[in-house]
């Protein structure tokens, strides 16, 4: 068990809609990532938050937007779902900024 | 850009077989190098890290040495058992890029008795 909690585990919606994936870091983390899984594109990095701030942003579709609340869990949200955009999607989280991530075990998203 | 290139997997051994899942990379900066692992089902661990030209990172028998010369940090285990079926990743993070991670394609590896 890693401490990253992500939810929900699966979800399957329509094109067109609108979801939110939820990510709590393991206790004490500051920096939490999200990355999607797929495929084709493997392992891309979305978007990273630092106490509450963006503090990076990779591949991230206009369409998804994320944010980190003062708790400092975090959502992902993910709309005009598209076929593609059919995927894994984990968040990591890490205590200091040298590359040892902690994962959650992703939520599986499937749009029909 | 920053980037990390690995073998193509499948890769299927025998259990005590010897293991190799070669890794390289480009950076831009000076990377600390990482494998993950992600057995089926799971999110990915860390398996073992290296901070500077020629580090050896280890852990349950896994070893990759960072060679700058070459770029490359390789991923080595002497005798494969059947639990150590997964998907393997090579990763890299530079200096002042939040820590964020950057993947390669990923390796899998499938073991048989």
């Known amino acids: 068990d890693s401490g990253v909690t992500q939810t929900p585990k699966h979800l399957i919606t329509a094109t067109g809609q609108r979801v939110t994936l939820r990510c709590s870091p393991r206790?004490?983390?500051?920096?939490v990532y999200w990355y999607q899984q797929s495929l084709d594109q493997g392992l891309q990095f979305l978007i990273q938050?630092?106490?509450?701030?963006?503090?990076a942003k990779g591949n991230i579709l206009e369409r998804f937007s994320a944010q980190q609340f003062p708790d400092l869990h975090s959502e992902l949200n993910l709309s005009s779902l598209e076929l593609g955009d059919s995927a894994l999607y984990f968040c990591?989280?890490?205590?200091?900024?040298?590359?040892?991530?902690?994962f959650g075990e992703g939520s599986r998203l499937t749009v029909l | 850009g920053d980037s990390v290139t690995q073998m193509e997997g499948p890769v299927t051994l025998s259990e005590e077989a010897f293991l190799t899942i070669n890794c390289t990379y480009t950076a831009t900066g000076y990377p600390s190098l990482f494998w993950y692992v992600q057995y089926p089902g799971e999110g990915l661990q860390l398996l073992l890290k290296a901070t500077k030209a020629d580090d050896k990172g280890s852990n349950k028998g896994f070893e990759a040495t960072y060679r700058k010369e070459t770029t490359s940090f390789h991923l080595e285990k002497g005798s494969v058992q059947v639990s150590d079926s997964a998907v393997y990743f090579c990763a890299l993070t530079v200096y002042n890029q939040g820590g964020k991670l950057i993947f390669g394609q990923g390796t899998e590896l499938s073991v048989k008795p």
């Open positions: 206790s004490g983390d500051l920096s």
């Open positions: 938050y630092y106490n509450g701030e963006e503090r």
């Open positions: 990591a989280s890490s205590v200091e900024v040298t590359g040892e991530l902690f």
